[in-house]
């Protein structure tokens, strides 16, 4: 018979579930639990600080990793590849390029405010150049990057097992240094992130001691401590101070940040605008290619040039059209349109001591921070006073040798057990036999002696003063009190490190158009041929006979305005087009076609012109008898396929826009009918088809007016002469009405007024 082959039983792996088994889970389930994870992981792993210290795990093993390099700012420099390699291979398992652009940053001056790496070499510049390879670079740490670590040794954090379980690492440092807020951080994780600005450390500080001495002062207060964020690269903030009051009180907000600049006078009136410094996470070469870009495109009519004459500090060199132009206006300008003005984030999402996300205030931040640096000083006294009942009890086995001498050398010579006899003989403890045992000979002089007491004595004054910290809060707190103080010291307003950087400003209130500013304002009137050629002539001109045009062609509309002026073109498509009076073409010649300069379909022509006016209400009416009023406010065009106002269809074309002036309205038709009805009954919108204006059985709308009720209607008879409607009260009724037959005499043009504008 042949044998039955046995089938092999399946591992199991470390979850007790066979390998290569096949688990039957939804889809949903099994998405939403790793997604969480993932999320978890990143949120708590790689994107938000800790509150207590101020830094991400990554940034946190570099520091961990180059302490034990002993890489303390006496000692020198070492491989930047060499540090990488440890931090990766001994507790943070990602790439190395992620782990050098952590310590790269840690060093910049100009990313960092207190930078935590000394580096030495080629670490990147504000241009946003890179640094070179970890194998040409060099770095330890900074006096702050020590503050963070210090008290390491003494118990004073947490540690847990590395990635590995072959060593053990800081949960977090001891952080002896401000560094969430004095550095701040960045970071983006799954639905949520973290931007908090760096800020004064020395202002930290004194808000720290003030709220030790006032555990529930506001933020209101604090922020009398802490005037704002302090950037690395300087720059002025012009954020109101209610903003920036709210921004820390809720923990969300932000601050404007403006370059620092000043005008330096080049001789015969001239002068140039020198930026010495800019704003926060801008790159410098970035930031000169928008500002050559303004040039080209022209959107800063007042800047002929700029230049990069940087060296160690930033000089950049703005050159102005004209020795006329006010600089304010001109950098009020280039404000609004570069990145010599950007907005710094706040976001205060932090990790709390127990690891949760979640948004702090300014008051909460620091408070964790100090109770941060309570834990740590209780824990290191308490390690201290271990160590030192340790060795007060050796102290007091030797004192005991000492005052018994020969009876201690006659047990050690003669006796079999001397250890036991030791401990019997004068009541010892194991440790203190241990220690007598092992003392050497040349220690039992009388000096050693005395100095033997002497350090019980100062240990034991030691022990006390340790014993009354630890049980009283006061006490904690004036100690605590004092480490700040000393921070403040070593990074003062006198340091140049801790000098503030940043200053603040108000914005000027700039009660010009800056789009004009730039502009010569000059007379001028702009006129436009039947047939769409429109041109400049300068001056403003009343009597037009004299203007040529093609042949064939004759003169269409004309309006005189001033050079800053916005044209404003209506044409039967419904939409209305914007033209800046400056850069319409001159007088010589025919001008230049209107379909050149936006984008005016073929089978659509203008059908009216006038100079922009905000505050003006117009009247937009179709040929099928509907129409609206819309406020000029809201019909510039941004760009040259002009802004669609009313709209039209099929055959449906716009006829007529008019200034509404009055309280009444008239429409006349094709048919010779005039309905008269109040303004008030046509709606004000800002698109749209509109309302019915009147109702005609044939044809449809030939023309529109409005008029004011005290002093009449007005018409034009087929002589063209002016005349009153003797009783126009005969022909008003109600919008969308069919009206009635015009006057005897009326024009055979169905026109109110043929030639008059808007």
């Known amino acids: 018979m042949a044998k039955t082959p046995k089938t092999k039983k399946p591992k199991s792996g470390d979850n007790g579930v066979p390998q290569n088994a096949i688990i039957e889970e939804h889809f949903d389930t099994a998405l939403s639990s790793r997604y969480l994870a993932y999320a978890l992981s990143t949120i ?235 704003p926060y996470q801008v790159q410098k070469s970035r930031l000169i290619e928008k500002l050559a870009e303004v040039i080209e495109l022209k959107k800063s009519p007042g800047l002929i040039d700029v230049r990069d004459e940087s060296a160690e500090d930033i000089r950049i060199v703005l050159e102005p059209r004209s020795k006329n132009i006010d600089p304010a206006l001109l950098m009020e300008s280039l404000f609004k349109i570069s990145e010599l003005e950007s907005r710094v984030s706040l976001n205060m999402n932090v990790l709390d001591a127990t690891r949760t996300p979640r948004v702090m205030d300014l008051r909460e931040v620091i408070q964790s921070w100090l109770d941060h640096r309570r834990v740590v000083l209780l824990r290191r006294s308490k390690q201290r006073l271990a160590k030192i009942a340790d060795r007060i009890e050796v102290l007091d086995g030797y004192m005991i040798a000492f005052l018994n001498i020969d009876e201690v050398i006659r047990i050690i010579r003669f006796e079999d057990h001397p250890k036991q006899e030791l401990m019997k003989a004068f009541n010892l403890t194991e440790r203190q036999a241990d220690a007598i ?49 000393d921070i403040r010291d070593a990074y003062g307003p006198k340091t140049d490190i801790g000098k503030r950087r940043t200053t603040f400003d108000i914005a000027p209130e700039i009660n010009v158009d800056l789009a004009t500013a730039f502009i010569t304002k000059e007379p001028i009137t702009v006129v436009m041929s039947e047939k769409g050629w429109i041109r400049v002539l300068k001056g403003k001109m009343d009597d037009l006979s004299s203007v040529k045009f093609k042949e064939g062609d004759q003169l269409g509309f004309s309006v005189q305005a001033e050079t800053t002026d916005k044209i404003i073109v209506f044409a039967t498509n419904g939409k209305f087009y914007t033209l800046t009076a400056d850069k319409l073409p001159g007088g010589r010649g025919n001008g230049e076609p209107i379909r050149l300069l936006v984008d005016l379909e073929n089978d659509h022509d203008p059908i009216g012109m006038f100079v922009h006016d905000p505050e003006r209400q117009l009247l937009v009416a179709s040929n099928d008898g509907y129409g609206f009023r819309v406020s000029e406010a809201d019909i510039i065009a941004s760009t040259k396929g002009g802004r669609k106002t009313l709209n039209v269809k099929g055959d449906s074309e716009a006829v007529r826009v008019i200034q509404v002036n009055g309280d009444k309205i008239a429409t006349i038709g094709d048919n010779r009918k005039i309905l008269i009805f109040a303004i008030d009954e046509l709606p004000v919108m800002s698109r749209g088809k509109g309302v019915r204006l009147q109702k005609f059985k044939d044809g449809g709308l030939a023309d529109i007016t409005t008029f004011n009720s005290e002093t009449g209607l007005t018409f034009l008879d087929t002589s063209m002469r002016r005349n009153d409607v003797p009783d126009w009260t005969l022909l008003e009724g109600k919008r969308a009405q069919a009206g009635r037959m015009a006057p005897r005499g009326f024009s055979r043009k169905s026109s109110f007024d043929p030639s008059r504008g808007l």
Not at 149 to 178: I, M, S
Not at 209 to 218: D, G, Q, V
Not at 457 to 483: F, M, N, Y
């Open 437 to 485: 045992l092992n003392m050497r000979l040349r220690a039992l002089n009388k000096l050693q002696e005395i100095e033997l007491q002497t350090e019980h004595d100062k240990l034991s004054a030691e022990r006390d003063g340790l014993d009354k910290l630890v049980s009283t809060d006061s006490l904690q707190w004036d100690t605590i009190a004092s480490q700040v103080r």
């Open 44 to 278: 708590t792993q790689r994107a938000l600080p800790d509150v207590r210290d101020g830094l991400k795990p990554v940034h946190r093993r570099i520091l961990f990793a180059m302490r034990q390099l002993k890489l303390s700012p006496e000692n020198s420099h070492k491989k930047s590849a060499r540090i990488v390699g440890d931090v990766m291979g001994q507790y943070h398992p990602h790439g190395d390029a992620s782990i050098y652009d952590a310590l790269v940053k840690l060093s910049q001056s100009f990313a960092s405010r207190y930078p935590l790496v000394d580096g030495q070499g080629n670490f990147g510049n504000i241009d946003g150049d890179s640094p070179a390879a970890m194998r040409y670079t060099e770095a330890k740490m900074t006096s702050a990057g020590v503050a963070l670590l210090a008290g390491l040794e003494e118990d004073a954090v947490d540690f847990v097992p590395t990635y590995n379980e072959e060593d053990e690492e800081p949960l977090v440092l001891p952080a002896g240094f401000p560094n969430l807020l004095a550095n701040g951080s960045q970071g983006i994780a799954v639905g949520m992130a973290t931007s908090i600005p760096p800020h004064n450390a020395a202002e930290i500080c004194s808000a720290a001691l003030h709220l030790i001495k006032t555990p529930n002062a506001r933020v209101e207060t604090l922020m009398n401590f802490i005037l704002g964020p302090d950037l690395p690269t300087g720059g002025i903030i012009v954020e109101p101070q209610e903003s920036m009051l709210e921004s820390y009180r809720t923990g969300r907000g932000g601050f404007k940040v403006r370059a620092r600049w000043s005008v330096e006078d080049t001789g015969r009136g001239q002068y140039q605008i020198i930026i010495t410094e800019i």
